[in-house]
């Protein structure tokens, strides 16, 4: 299973069908990111594909970032792109393997809507065990009618506040204002923090 899940991604990216790749850190995320006074607080950015808010995150000054992804060739393109970068933060992996914790901010883009339904309940534990109590997760949801053909794979506010609820706070879910606009309307901007 795992096997055939690294070879649709990495598939995907040889192949060049990365349709949800939009060449640059997504707009309600940087403006997240821009907001942030701390510099040195620990991040992951899992399912990081071309990771462009690691990018963006670098040129901003942040420090101890973390990228995971299960697919090889786009941590290639990145490892290229930023030769000096500590490797031990381009991590190629399962997520749900991950052995590390004590992240200060988790930053979610595309990654939970690219799983298998299925696994959502997993991602949220894995979430919460990644995060430091005081820490905080972020990013972006679908808000389309969750069909069984994807990814990507929709969701409603409902069945987030049912998922996240027993597990995390909300202190924003709301339409994302400032979404690319192919994705206008269709996002959830969110920051969620571990009860």
């Known amino acids: 299973m795992m096997k055939q899940l690294k070879e649709f991604w990495e598939n995907k990216y040889l192949n060049e069908s990365t349709g949800w790749d939009i060449g640059y850190a997504s707009p309600?995320?940087?403006t997240y990111i821009d907001q942030l006074p701390n510099k040195d607080i620990k991040i992951?950015?899992?399912?990081?594909?071309?990771?462009?808010e690691l990018i963006y995150l670098i040129a901003a000054g942040?420090?101890?970032?973390?990228?995971?992804?299960i697919a090889k060739p786009p941590l290639d393109r990145i490892k290229v792109q930023l030769p000096h970068y500590p490797q031990d933060r381009i991590i190629e992996g399962d997520f749900f393997n991950l052995d590390l914790s004590d992240f200060d901010l988790?930053?979610?883009q595309t990654?939970?809507?690219a799983l298998d339904p299925g696994l959502r309940p997993q991602y949220v534990h894995k979430m919460k065990q990644l995060l430091k109590p005081t820490g905080?997760?972020?990013?972006?949801?679908?808000?389309f009618p969750l069909t069984e053909s994807g990814?990507?794979?929709g969701g409603s506010p409902e069945e987030y506040k049912g998922l996240f609820g027993d597990h995390f706070n909300f202190k924003v879910l709301?339409?994302?204002?400032?979404s690319i606009k192919p994705r206008a309307n269709k996002e959830l901007f969110f920051i969620f923090e571990p009860k």
């Open 111 to 113: 990654f939970f809507c």
């Open 151 to 153: 990814p990507p794979y």
């Open 28 to 30: 309600p995320l940087t």
């Open 136 to 143: 905080k997760l972020v990013g972006l949801l679908f808000t």
């Open 106 to 108: 988790i930053l979610e």
């Open 174 to 178: 709301e339409v994302a204002y400032n």
């Open 62 to 69: 942040f420090t101890n970032v973390y990228i995971v992804d």
């Open 44 to 52: 992951l950015i899992p399912g990081a594909g071309n990771a462009y």
